[in-house]
């Protein structure tokens, strides 16, 4: 039996999964916290990442080891492999301005053409062009440019600043994968190339950039192979095992929709990001920013915990009474609009009721993301079925409503730490030669009920906010 490491450094935690190779059967399991904040100094991550293994019994005998990660975060180092400051991640939105100049210099049209997306304030490329402005000194500085999983696997391999390393700090040992590069926007997912001439738009000048491995390419770690890691969504696409007419939701800090195809995909309106996955094909992706605290805040509005909230929205009938929650209480990603606030919408005398409430943040919630698995269904990607993941996918009112807001069959699988699985997944097939074909478990298929009048109201009241 060889066991193999997936770890997914995520914005709240790292978690660390020991799986059996051949079987996938869990060996071993570990976690450790991560810091708050839209900023953090990585070498929190790496603190974390040895707690989380070393919970997880530690690297002795595994075989391979691959990290997911947030996506889009901002790591920059100097010539000597330092953090140069703490690095912004995928939700830090103040560089939604430098989002703006580059769409301007370059065009939507021809920035989506090149890179697959159209440059918001999550991708690393708007960052960079905020550090060239706002920290004109710290960009001067930067020699290269990496994300958080592309770190993190250098660090494991021994890499990293002279004294705090085994092997210093050769900046062009930095590796990532297609997933995560292609959320970088200067990437191209089409071509597999870095997009030099923006990159050098976004920081002011060329530095080194993390070697672009494939699908089941590794590199030397001390006594293991390493995998090229993913992104995260690509990863928990991965532990899915996820196929062309699969659409996964994941219910979590963020919401993200996400399908596998086997082509690339372009969405010039910038609603749909045109990513690549961690098995060589590609990964259209909507991303929302306010997904399960939706739930969480207003459960804490009306005082219950989540077993009473659900009771609650199921108490409701579908539509609520006619109340919408628009729920941009941090600002959005999709559709582009940092600034925004949420919205309650529709309230009448009769329908404030603490069971609408509760089911129009859930509607709420969840129609944000119906509206992206259509947007990607208008690119003609297939939809056979929605797979529904994340802290809140457990929720019994979130899997009721998913019936009645998504038009595609709902299958909720078992709960699980899917971006550490698939980062397993991907440590198993660079050690075998083969993609793992582990079993994945269901564990509820909620009656198909849809009703397109709950999008349609959501859509409308969305469009005024």
């Known amino acids: 039996m060889t066991g193999v490491i997936g770890v997914d450094s995520s914005t709240q935690?790292?978690?660390?999964?020991?799986?059996?190779?051949?079987?996938?059967?869990l060996l071993a399991s570990g976690r450790a916290a991560h810091p708050d904040g839209t900023e953090v100094d990585p070498a929190h991550w790496w603190t974390a990442l040895q707690a989380?293994?070393?919970?997880?019994?530690?690297?002795?005998?595994?075989?391979a080891v691959s990290i997911g990660g947030q996506q889009h975060g901002m790591v920059v180092l100097d010539a000597d492999g330092r953090v140069i400051r703490p690095a912004l991640l995928w939700n830090d939105t103040r560089s939604a301005g430098a989002a703006c100049d580059l769409v301007a210099e370059?065009?939507?049209?021809?920035?989506?053409?090149?890179?697959?997306v159209l440059p918001v304030a999550s991708f690393t490329a708007t960052k960079l062009r905020w550090l060239r402005d706002a920290e004109p000194e710290n960009a001067g500085r930067v020699a290269a440019v990496c994300l958080p999983h592309d770190w993190l696997t250098w660090r494991l391999r021994g890499?990293?600043?002279?004294?705090e390393s085994r092997l210093g700090p050769v900046l062009e040992e930095l590796?990532?994968?297609?997933?995560?590069?292609?959320?970088?926007?200067?990437?191209?997912?089409?071509?597999?190339?870095?997009?030099?001439?923006?990159?050098?738009?976004?920081?002011?000048?060329?530095?080194?950039?993390?070697?672009?491995?494939?699908?089941?390419?590794?590199?030397p770690g001390p006594g293991f192979l390493v995998g090229p890691g993913a992104g995260d969504n690509a990863a928990a696409a991965l532990g899915l095992d996820a196929r062309p007419g699969d659409v996964a939701v994941s219910l979590g800090t963020s919401g993200t929709v996400f399908a596998a195809t086997d082509a690339p995909v372009g969405d010039p309106t910038g609603i749909v990001a045109g990513f690549a996955d961690a098995t060589g094909g590609f990964l259209p992706l909507v991303c929302t920013l306010?997904?399960?605290?939706?739930?969480?805040?207003?459960?804490?509005?009306?005082?219950?915990?989540?077993?009473?909230?659900?009771r609650l929205?199921?108490?409701?009938?579908?539509?609520?009474?006619?109340?919408?929650?628009?729920?941009?209480?941090?600002?959005?990603?999709?559709?582009?609009?940092?600034?925004?606030?949420?919205?309650?919408?529709?309230?009448?005398?009769?329908?404030?009721?603490?069971?609408?409430?509760?089911?129009?943040?859930?509607?709420?919630?969840?129609?944000?993301?119906?509206?992206?698995v259509e947007a990607v269904r208008d690119l003609g990607?297939?939809?056979?079925?929605?797979?529904?993941?994340?802290?809140?996918?457990?929720?019994?009112?979130?899997?009721a409503i998913a019936g009645q807001v998504f038009d595609a069959p709902v299958q909720v699988p078992s709960p699980g730490e899917y971006v550490a699985d698939g980062a397993a997944r991907q440590a198993a097939w660079v050690l075998t030669g083969r993609r793992p074909t582990w079993p994945v478990q269901l564990v509820a298929s909620p009656a198909r009920d849809f009703r397109p009048e709950i999008l349609a109201a959501y859509r409308e009241v969305a469009s005024r906010c």
């Open 13 to 25: 935690s790292c978690k660390v999964v020991v799986r059996d190779a051949d079987s996938g059967a």
């Open 106 to 116: 370059v065009g939507g049209d021809a920035y989506v053409a090149r890179t697959g």
């Open 159 to 163: 890499y990293g600043p002279a004294g």
């Open 175 to 219: 590796v990532t994968d297609r997933s995560d590069a292609s959320g970088t926007a200067y990437w191209s997912p089409s071509t597999g190339d870095y997009d030099r001439d923006l990159f050098v738009r976004a920081l002011g000048h060329d530095a080194v950039l993390p070697r672009v491995l494939g699908a089941a390419e590794s590199v």
């Open 381 to 399: 990607v297939g939809v056979e079925r929605i797979l529904l993941i994340g802290g809140a996918a457990a929720n019994p009112a979130v899997q």
């Open 52 to 63: 989380a293994l070393g919970e997880a019994g530690g690297l002795e005998g595994v075989g």
């Open 290 to 310: 306010n997904a399960a605290r939706v739930l969480d805040a207003v459960a804490g509005l009306l005082g219950v915990d989540h077993a009473e909230f659900a």
């Open 313 to 372: 929205a199921l108490a409701a009938a579908p539509g609520a009474g006619g109340a919408v929650l628009v729920p941009y209480f941090e600002g959005e990603r999709t559709p582009n609009r940092p600034d925004a606030t949420a919205t309650l919408a529709g309230l009448t005398l009769a329908s404030t009721t603490r069971p609408n409430l509760a089911r129009a943040a859930v509607e709420g919630m969840l129609g944000g993301l119906a509206a992206g």
